[in-house]
């Protein structure tokens, strides 16, 4: 028997849980997936499942021999899928999600320059603060900020952006500047949920790093609601450079804590599962990674006036 079928059984069925239910979805007879799974424990010399006259699970070479099986049988049909691709003009639909900000400005202005290249591909884009379910809701690809804790997806990262400390000319005038990350703790700081962990501001210095736990009055789940709070004089606000630079160069905020600078914000493009990446996600994320870093790592003359 050939092994990689037999493989192809053996994940099937440990996934249905039953031999008749891998058997369903490979649409065999309930005897062939037996023996395929007969052979491989034959050729392997050990039993990789628990059989009773009621239930069927994986035994402890099993559990690790699926794994690894599942691993195979992926990188196979990505080979695969990339060498039919490869000379492929990208077509058909492609959904996008990302956060509000960066959303609305770079990656829409991206989106319009890859259409331009590709007319045979349509693009449905979704701003939202998180890459949310992907596959429920049929997502390709979502932009992520910061640090990306979902284990079942990759990530791509694709730029970096330097985070800045700032708040409003008046605000300062009335509360005072802060002159080292400790001092934060007496000024109000306004929270950007989106950014994870939301109200821990990491710094480093010529001494080490640290980390200042902050609160503040205003906490928000999108960057603009805190960034025009800190305009408003609400308080200091710890932003990506393409968020706040326009405002920074107008006057509106100013930056504080330069001798402390934070870690980048990266961002990442994340899709479900490498079984997933298609060429028109794989073109378009080349793409995005070309464009995106020269626009985020500088301030942001992408922001609309507010």
Known sequence: ?????????????????SFAGGARDLDISRAMATKHIIHLESALGTRLFNRTTRSLSLTEVGAAYFE?????????????SQVTHLQTEPRGSLRISAPPVIGATHIARAIS???????????????????????EDGIDLAIYLGTLNDTSMVARKLASSSLVVCGSPTYFAKHG?????????????????????????PFKSESGSQTITV??????????????????????????????????ERGRLQPVLQNYPSPPLDVH??????????????????????????????????????
């Open 68 to 80: 690894r099986c599942q691993q195979v049988l992926l990188d196979i049909e990505e080979m695969e």
């Open 269 to 306: 493009a994340v899709y479900p599962h490498r079984k997933y990446l298609s060429a028109k996600v794989r073109v378009f994320m080349e793409f995005l990674q070309t464009w995106l870093e020269p626009r985020v790592s500088k301030p942001g003359g992408d922001c609309p006036e507010t």
């Open 177 to 201: 500047i802060p002159e080292t990350p400790q001092d934060l703790v007496h000024h109000s700081c306004l929270i950007n949920w989106a950014i994870h962990p939301k109200n821990k501001w």
């Open 215 to 248: 609160s503040g009055r205003l906490q928000a789940n999108v960057a603009d609601a805190i960034r025009i709070a800190a305009i408003n004089d609400m308080g200091l606000v710890m932003l990506p450079i393409y968020i706040v630079g326009w405002d920074i």
């Open 113 to 135: 320059e890859f259409l331009k290249l590709h007319p045979d591909l349509n693009i449905e884009l979704t701003i939202q603060s998180g890459p949310g379910d992907m596959i």
């Open 1 to 17: 028997m050939d092994k990689l079928t037999s493989m192809n059984v053996f994940v099937r069925v440990a996934k249905a849980g």
